[in-house]
């Protein structure tokens, strides 16, 4: 049984960057719907029911076919939405260090570059979707965006930082104003937590 993790702080703790309504229905109903269905999704597969969801994920086409459409979306979503709560935090680091400064700066010059292309990648998602940085397997850093809930992982590539630019992630505060809450978003976003997703 996949489980809704708990935040390590309150639904009002990243005001007014991100409003306390917004994190609550988001955890307690958006994450909570992807997490049933995928469990519900499951119950078919009892050997399937204790996969890490990083190994669903990862290995989405070697699945029963009939289960990788709910995997892909209820699974994804699942993850994705763990790791957008993880990076984020009220006592964010606000730039990189070490190793992921080095190699941001290696591969984009400057963190305002980096942070530039980001932004403009995840303007650029029609609909729904995520805006990555990820880790390929050959150790480089790459942006791009997904459709839907799909996850980084079944490209067999490793995210770094994922930010949700659906519109229930913002619309409550920000209305069609996506630019405003990208931009924003920078102010909670942890930079300690993602060196910890880079070194891992
Ligand atoms: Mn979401």
Redesign the pocket.
């Known amino acids: 049984m996949h489980e809704l993790p708990k935040l390590d702080y309150q639904y009002n703790a990243l005001e007014p960057f991100i409003d306390a309504q917004t994190m609550e229905v ?1 955890h307690t109903k ?2 909570t719907a992807y997490i049933e269905k995928l469990n519900t999704a499951l119950e078919k597969y009892p050997e399937l029911q204790s996969k890490t969801i990083d190994d669903l994920l990862k290995n989405l086409t070697n699945l029963p076919a009939d289960l990788q459409p709910a995997v892909q979306n209820n699974g994804g ?1 699942h993850y ?2 763990t790791l ?1 709560w993880k990076i984020m935090s009220p006592n964010a680091s606000h730039a990189p260090q070490g190793d992921l400064k080095a190699k941001i700066e290696a591969t984009y010059e400057t963190l305002d570059i980096f942070i530039d292309q980001f932004s403009v990648a995840g303007l650029s998602r029609f609909g729904s979707g995520w805006v990555w940085l990820v880790k390929t397997p050959e150790n480089t850093l790459k942006i791009y965006s997904t459709a839907n ?1 799909d996850c980084p992982l079944t490209l067999g590539d490793t995210p770094l930082i994922g930010l ?1 630019v ?1 519109e ?2 913002y619309y409550l505060k920000y209305q069609n104003r996506r630019a405003e809450y990208i931009k924003n978003w920078w102010n909670v976003l942890d930079w300690k937590a993602i060196e910890a997703n880079f070194t891992a």
């Open positions: 988001h958006h994450h979503g994705n939405h957008f809930q949700d659906w229930h992630a």
